[in-house]
């Protein structure tokens, strides 16, 4: 993939075009954000120290650097008269070909997502910048013009001039002269954006966002900065301002933390640890999960952000810092995800923070469910770590029938409490509302015997809920799979009303010619149907579908025909209600006539419904001409009736 189009040469110039995902952006960014410019300022301290720690690093592990003794710090001048923001580090510098591929694209490859993003969340430009890695470019929305010098660490490199005024291409040029280590940035600021060039304004963009900057930030040579590791100071002398700063500084956010956990350990791994909890799920805004991950520092030096071995995937929306004494400063990030050091600091930090989530359910429950809202669906991933499976599953929340809104929530552990005498199971059903539950025919027999079915209104649940299997002994099972035979010892607070129930049915159709009935709706369904037998879990409607035994549940075989398609959708056992209006009439046309075309009519629509109700899709010309003439033979019948009537 080639990135330039040379396009004229001048003497050591070269011009270049930026792609036209670039120049997208650019645009978006110089006319549309215009609220929080100032963010570019925090984008290029990030970028500065960035390239410190990159430096500071190699030079820990003894790699030969240029100028190995100039301090690690960041400047910045300012010019109100010629109205010139100029930012310089003594970082790791670029090449002339990292500067093409760093600042002449897109590293990002969901850039066009990024730009696609933007223009959907209206208003949230300044926080999806800092999710992406697009920060640089953030400069043209105060710059006409941006002047990048740059002289890598590497020895053997010479300095390079890029140079681009923002809208169609840039410019590269070789430096002669020896420039020092690190990257220069001059700003030349559009003639509404000057208040980037007074010290007052700087310094407070730097207070609120670089604050915490592991390096000294010099504004016109003085440093404004508190360079303090602050994961390392007692608990007691850190404020709650300070926290909420050090996250926004931390993980680029405008919003303050939902929570955070601050402590150290000394056995079996010595660390300091700051760990927060962030209010947006950015992945449900369609955000790559790999950007997640937690800062490893060893000894205060910075060895690798974002790094992905000290956290499980499920824990992936902890932003933070770990830092340690027990391993090498010299280690290599590429042995870091074997090494038992960071295998048990992992360990350590599971435990902590499944723990603290569990503190903050119970003493502060409206925030932890906000949180739940938020991040549930990630936390539910947990059920598959076998080591820790019954404290996330006690972190687990859904809606229920038990409770009175759709968006209530309870704990498996809340449940359990409620379960009835003789009940063995949890129970729980996937659905897409509480409307659905409370129409879906499965659930009639639990509000018969009075049992609570947990509702999750999210599909994950099927693998989730599925997978877990147990919850402190219980099992965990579907509603639509449930075994009969598995209520048959629940206690039903007032048997009589049920007794009663059944005796008032004194019109109840004989067992046998039902079960004949059956034979017969076995018959027309054809291959269609597994069985077709009578049913005991059925109040209020006439019929309902069941997954044959061990067989999937209605939800779990829904998400299979999603992702294939031509997958038939298993089959089903039909289960009829004796005691219903319907069934009664179909048993008496059976009993007339057993061939009777109307009662095969009747069993076909009545199958497809079911279907439908279970949510599969159904041949819908099929479906409407089938309705179109019960209709009409339905409408026939009314006048034929009601002229007899009136005769
Ligand atoms: P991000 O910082 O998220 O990667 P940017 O667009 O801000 O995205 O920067 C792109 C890349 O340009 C950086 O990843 C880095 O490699 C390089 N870069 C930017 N600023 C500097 C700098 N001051 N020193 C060295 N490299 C830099």
Redesign the pocket.
């Known amino acids: 993939m080639s990135e330039k189009t040379e396009s004229k040469k001048t003497e050591g110039k070269k011009t270049y075009k930026f792609k036209a995902e670039i120049k997208q952006l650019l645009d978006i960014l110089a006319k549309s954000l215009y609220t929080n410019r100032e963010i570019f300022v925090r984008?290029?301290i990030?970028?500065?120290t960035?390239?410190l720690d990159?430096v500071k690093f190699e030079s820990i592990r003894g790699t030969d650097i240029f100028q190995p003794d100039v301090d690690f710090e960041i400047k910045i001048y300012l010019d109100k008269e010629k109205k010139l923001f100029t930012i310089t580090?003594t970082?790791?510098?670029?090449t002339k070909g990292?500067l093409i591929s760093?600042?002449g694209t897109?590293?990002?490859s969901g850039s066009m997502d990024f730009i696609k993003k933007l223009s959907e969340n209206e208003g949230k430009g300044p926080d999806l910048i800092g999710q992406?890695?697009?920060?640089?470019?953030s400069v043209f929305m105060a710059a006409k013009e941006v002047v990048?010098t740059?002289r890598s660490y590497l020895k053997d490199e010479s300095s390079w001039q890029w140079s681009s005024d923002g809208s169609g291409s840039y410019k590269i040029e070789q430096i002669n002269e020896n420039t020092p280590r690190?990257?220069k940035?001059e700003v030349h600021l559009k003639d509404d954006a000057e208040e980037f060039s007074e010290k007052f304004r700087i310094e407070s963009v730097i207070k609120t966002y670089s604050n915490f900057v592991p390096f000294p930030i010099k504004l016109d040579g003085e440093q404004v900065n508190n360079i303090s590791a602050i994961w390392r100071e007692p608990k007691s002398s850190v404020k709650e301002k300070q926290y909420k700063e050090f996250y926004k500084f931390f993980a680029n956010a405008t919003e303050d933390p939902v929570g955070w956990m601050h402590f150290s350990a000394d056995a079996p791994i010595q660390l300091n640890s700051l760990l927060f909890f962030p209010k947006t799920n950015y992945e449900t805004l369609g955000f790559s999960p790999e950007e997640h991950g937690v800062s490893l520092f060893v000894k205060r030096v910075l060895i690798q952000n974002d790094n992905k071995d000290l956290m499980p995937k499920y824990l992936r929306f902890v932003r933070g810092v770990v830092d340690t004494e027990d391993l090498p400063l010299n280690i290599s990030r590429e042995t870091l995800q074997e090494n038992a050091v960071v295998i048990k600091i992992r360990n350590l930090l599971v435990k902590r923070i499944l723990s603290h989530l569990s503190d903050m359910a119970k003493n502060e429950t409206d925030k932890y469910n906000e949180f739940w809202n938020q991040f549930g669906r990630i936390l539910k991933e947990g059920y598959a770590d076998y080591a820790n499976q019954e404290k996330v599953a006690s972190l687990f929340r859904y809606n229920s029938s038990h409770l009175e809104k759709e968006n209530e929530l309870c704990s498996l552990d809340d449940y359990i409490e409620r379960m009835k005498e003789g009940q063995q199971n949890i129970f729980y059903l996937s659905t897409t509302s509480r409307d659905a539950a409370d129409k879906n025919p499965h659930l009639e027999i639990f509000r018969k015997k009075e049992i609570e079915v947990l509702y999750s209104f999210d599909p994950i649940d099927e693998f989730v809920l599925s997978g877990l299997m147990k919850y402190k002994d219980k099992q965990v099972v579907s509603a639509d799979q449930v075994d009969l035979d598995s209520l048959k010892d629940v206690k039903v607070d007032d048997e009589s009303d049920t007794k009663k129930d059944e005796k008032e049915k004194t019109d109840k159709p004989d067992k046998k010619d039902l079960e004949k009935l059956c034979t017969r709706i076995k018959n027309i369904l054809g291959d269609q149907i597994e069985e077709v037998r009578l049913s005991e879990r059925l109040t209020d409607s006439p019929a309902v579908l069941v997954s044959a035994d061990g067989g999937m549940s209605a939800q779990m075989s829904r998400i299979m025909q999603v992702m294939n398609k031509d997958a038939p959708p298993a089959k089903k056992t039909m289960e009829i209600n004796g005691d219903h209006e319907l069934v009664k009439n179909m048993l008496t046309m059976y009993k007339k006539n057993p061939k009777d075309k109307y009662l095969s009519n009747y069993v076909d629509q009545l199958f497809q419904v079911l279907m439908l109700q279970d949510g599969f899709l159904v041949d819908p010309h099929k479906m409407v001409s089938g309705i179109q003439s019960l209709l009409k033979d339905a409408s026939s019948w009314y006048l034929k009736e009601k002229t007899e009537k009136e005769k």
């Not at 992406?132 to 470019?137: Q, R």
Request: charged share 15%; proline share 0%; aromatic share 10%.
């Open positions: 984008e290029l990030s970028n500065s960035d390239a990159k580090d970082g790791i510098g670029m990292e760093n600042i897109i590293a990002h992406f890695g697009v920060g640089f470019y990048v740059t690190g990257t940035i």
